[in-house]
């Protein structure tokens, strides 16, 4: 009796603990977008009944890192077991939006059919009247009024046709575009079918019958972002706003729609376990081998600052007026943002842009010159303290007073403490260079020739304003011992023999000229030549 008691409660507990399957479909609740992958968080509830219920979240992205799955229950009920899967049936979400796209794609069809049959219709017609122009037979003779009325009603109603048909071919051709589209679409989605979709089965014990809330997160692959930023300033007494934005790319096969966004600078795919050293040994070889080598020497030190890269564009553009909803933490090792206006993105691999913060920094404002490269000037915006806001690598859009001058590139791994952005070009300061043929000559002394070479520059600020401004310039370094470079007149520039720069700092008042020198000679033996000197 003991024995049948036995069986019968374990069978009813197994029974209980081996209770149905559930098949649900979940919305995201919130991204957080690494540089590489993306957590997703999924906050649900469901009415469970009592004993073991398999909770099974369909329709998840293939990308799905197992190991990364969370999960937190109600604490009236037990987690048994947690698992990441692999459907290669595809759910009813997908079957569900194949259908919708099915069901266009038929109506667009009939749509076009009857859009040609009309279009058939009327060419029918404009055949018939112009086959049946002898109206009343060979032997019937017409009078004149007769033929100009048949001959009024054929003109207008071919014209009329004509007209018809013109507009019903337009409506044909725009159904077809929008037929090729879903066409293509569906296409996209058969072809996607083959690639599985995922599911996170969840094994729940409860005592009675109850509602549960979930709590899931897991990371996926296929989701990235970069960096990028908007400099603006509007005028050279007022600071430099910029905006860090994000450029968020996900394929990860599932659409985040709505969500709260979170952007991260960490990295979840790169390991945290610190780094071992581990021996070094080293042994004789038997075979002596050939080897060889290679230094990248240094490389040549530009004049033009490596900030200072545009690309010039005359476009006027308006400010929005969307206001700064962005949170920023700091954490430990990253930062996050916390987005406060809801995304939605795409699983299309596209670039999404998501402004994350504005900040305002102070700037002192310069006019850089380089006149051997450019006759313009460019303004330059010298920011500090930019360290302060942990930024990352990557391409700006610069405005100066409304207008989009160009493009630079923002490098917070760069050791000095103050950031070059240059603002564009400014055509009202010029900078001339010219050669001074009187003072360009050449002498020979006993087996050496002596060059002189001196040039003439011309500033102009044509400004109402006073500016400052920064000329660079060089001359020839030598390699050789037998090469004399001397510097004659530099009217006042600072130079560095090291790299054979020159370089100018002076005030220009308003609608101002100034004229600078500079002349230098290069003696070497006369039987030898140095060209472009």
Same mark, same amino acid.
Do not use: C
């Given at each position: 009796m003991r024995v049948l008691l036995l069986i019968v409660f374990?069978? @009813?507990f197994i029974t209980q603990l081996t209770a149905g399957e559930i098949r649900i479909d979940t919305d995201i609740k919130s991204v957080k977008v690494y540089q590489q992958g993306a957590e997703i968080s999924r906050d649900f509830s469901y009415n469970l009944p009592a004993g073991m219920t398999q909770v099974v979240l369909q329709n998840l992205s293939a990308s799905v890192n197992p190991s990364?799955? $969370?999960?937190?229950?109600s604490k009236s009920a037990t987690l048994m077991s947690a698992s990441f899967q692999f459907n290669y049936l595809g759910g009813t979400k997908y079957k569900e939006k194949v259908r919708a796209l099915k069901d266009s794609i038929d109506?667009? $069809? @009939?749509? #076009?059919?009857?859009?040609q049959a009309g279009i058939h219709a009327l060419t029918e017609e404009e055949s018939f009247i112009k086959s049946n122009k002898q109206i009343g037979g060979k032997d019937a003779a017409l009078d004149l009024a007769d033929l100009k009325a048949i001959s009024t009603y054929a003109r207008v109603r071919i014209g009329d046709i004509r007209v018809e048909i013109l507009k019903e071919q337009k409506v044909e051709k725009k159904i077809s575009k929008r037929l090729t589209k879903l066409n293509q679409q569906l296409n996209e989605w058969n072809s996607n079918r083959k690639q599985p979709s995922g599911e996170i089965l969840l094994d729940v014990l409860t005592d009675v019958a109850q509602k549960v809330e979930f709590e899931v997160s897991y990371i996926v692959g296929q989701a990235s972002w970069q960096a990028s930023y908007d400099l603006r300033s509007d005028g050279v007494e007022l600071p430099v706003t910029l905006a860090y934005k994000a450029e968020v790319r996900q394929n990860t096969g599932i659409d985040w729609d709505n969500v709260q966004l979170t952007i991260s600078t960490g990295n979840p795919s790169i390991s945290q376990e610190r780094p071992v050293l581990r021996p070094w040994y080293i042994d004789f070889v038997q075979n002596y081998g050939s080897y060889k080598l290679e230094s990248s020497g240094y490389s040549n030190k530009n004049l033009a600052l490596d900030a200072v890269t545009i690309t010039s564009a005359d476009v006027q553009i308006e400010r929005g007026g969307v206001q700064d909803q962005t949170v920023l933490q700091l954490n430990q090792l990253n930062e996050e943002f916390q987005i406060g206006l809801k995304y939605s993105i795409a699983s299309d691999n596209d670039q999404h842009t998501?402004?994350?913060?504005? @900040?305002t920094l102070d700037a002192k404002y310069q006019y850089?010159?380089?006149? *051997? #490269?450019? *006759?313009d000037a460019f303004l330059l915006a010298k920011v500090t303290k930019w360290e302060k806001l942990s930024l990352l690598p990557g391409n700006a859009n610069v405005f100066f007073e409304n207008s989009y001058v160009g493009k630079s590139y923002i490098n917070p791994l760069m050791t000095t403490d103050t950031m070059l952005i240059s603002m564009g070009r400014d055509k009202r300061i010029v900078v001339n260079r010219d050669k001074v043929k009187d003072f360009t000559s050449e002498k020979l002394i006993g087996s050496n020739k002596t060059e002189t070479i001196s040039y003439k520059y011309m500033i102009r600020n044509t400004k109402n304003h006073s500016v400052s401004l920064e000329i660079l310039d060089q001359i020839p370094i030598s390699k050789n011992k037998d090469i004399e470079v001397k510097l004659i007149e530099k009217s006042g520039a600072t130079y560095d023999s090291e790299y054979g720069k020159l370089e100018w700092n002076i005030i220009l008042p308003p609608n101002s000229a100034k004229e600078l020198s500079l002349i230098y000679s290069v003696k070497y033996p006369k039987k030898k030549r140095i060209p472009g000197i």
């Amino acid at each position: 009796m003991r024995v049948l008691l036995l069986i019968v409660f374990t069978s @009813f507990f197994i029974t209980q603990l081996t209770a149905g399957e559930i098949r649900i479909d979940t919305d995201i609740k919130s991204v957080k977008v690494y540089q590489q992958g993306a957590e997703i968080s999924r906050d649900f509830s469901y009415n469970l009944p009592a004993g073991m219920t398999q909770v099974v979240l369909q329709n998840l992205s293939a990308s799905v890192n197992p190991s990364s799955l $969370q999960v937190k229950l109600s604490k009236s009920a037990t987690l048994m077991s947690a698992s990441f899967q692999f459907n290669y049936l595809g759910g009813t979400k997908y079957k569900e939006k194949v259908r919708a796209l099915k069901d266009s794609i038929d109506i667009l $069809q @009939f749509a #076009l059919q009857s859009t040609q049959a009309g279009i058939h219709a009327l060419t029918e017609e404009e055949s018939f009247i112009k086959s049946n122009k002898q109206i009343g037979g060979k032997d019937a003779a017409l009078d004149l009024a007769d033929l100009k009325a048949i001959s009024t009603y054929a003109r207008v109603r071919i014209g009329d046709i004509r007209v018809e048909i013109l507009k019903e071919q337009k409506v044909e051709k725009k159904i077809s575009k929008r037929l090729t589209k879903l066409n293509q679409q569906l296409n996209e989605w058969n072809s996607n079918r083959k690639q599985p979709s995922g599911e996170i089965l969840l094994d729940v014990l409860t005592d009675v019958a109850q509602k549960v809330e979930f709590e899931v997160s897991y990371i996926v692959g296929q989701a990235s972002w970069q960096a990028s930023y908007d400099l603006r300033s509007d005028g050279v007494e007022l600071p430099v706003t910029l905006a860090y934005k994000a450029e968020v790319r996900q394929n990860t096969g599932i659409d985040w729609d709505n969500v709260q966004l979170t952007i991260s600078t960490g990295n979840p795919s790169i390991s945290q376990e610190r780094p071992v050293l581990r021996p070094w040994y080293i042994d004789f070889v038997q075979n002596y081998g050939s080897y060889k080598l290679e230094s990248s020497g240094y490389s040549n030190k530009n004049l033009a600052l490596d900030a200072v890269t545009i690309t010039s564009a005359d476009v006027q553009i308006e400010r929005g007026g969307v206001q700064d909803q962005t949170v920023l933490q700091l954490n430990q090792l990253n930062e996050e943002f916390q987005i406060g206006l809801k995304y939605s993105i795409a699983s299309d691999n596209d670039q999404h842009t998501v402004v994350m913060k504005d @900040f305002t920094l102070d700037a002192k404002y310069q006019y850089h010159a380089v006149p *051997k #490269l450019d *006759k313009d000037a460019f303004l330059l915006a010298k920011v500090t303290k930019w360290e302060k806001l942990s930024l990352l690598p990557g391409n700006a859009n610069v405005f100066f007073e409304n207008s989009y001058v160009g493009k630079s590139y923002i490098n917070p791994l760069m050791t000095t403490d103050t950031m070059l952005i240059s603002m564009g070009r400014d055509k009202r300061i010029v900078v001339n260079r010219d050669k001074v043929k009187d003072f360009t000559s050449e002498k020979l002394i006993g087996s050496n020739k002596t060059e002189t070479i001196s040039y003439k520059y011309m500033i102009r600020n044509t400004k109402n304003h006073s500016v400052s401004l920064e000329i660079l310039d060089q001359i020839p370094i030598s390699k050789n011992k037998d090469i004399e470079v001397k510097l004659i007149e530099k009217s006042g520039a600072t130079y560095d023999s090291e790299y054979g720069k020159l370089e100018w700092n002076i005030i220009l008042p308003p609608n101002s000229a100034k004229e600078l020198s500079l002349i230098y000679s290069v003696k070497y033996p006369k039987k030898k030549r140095i060209p472009g000197i």
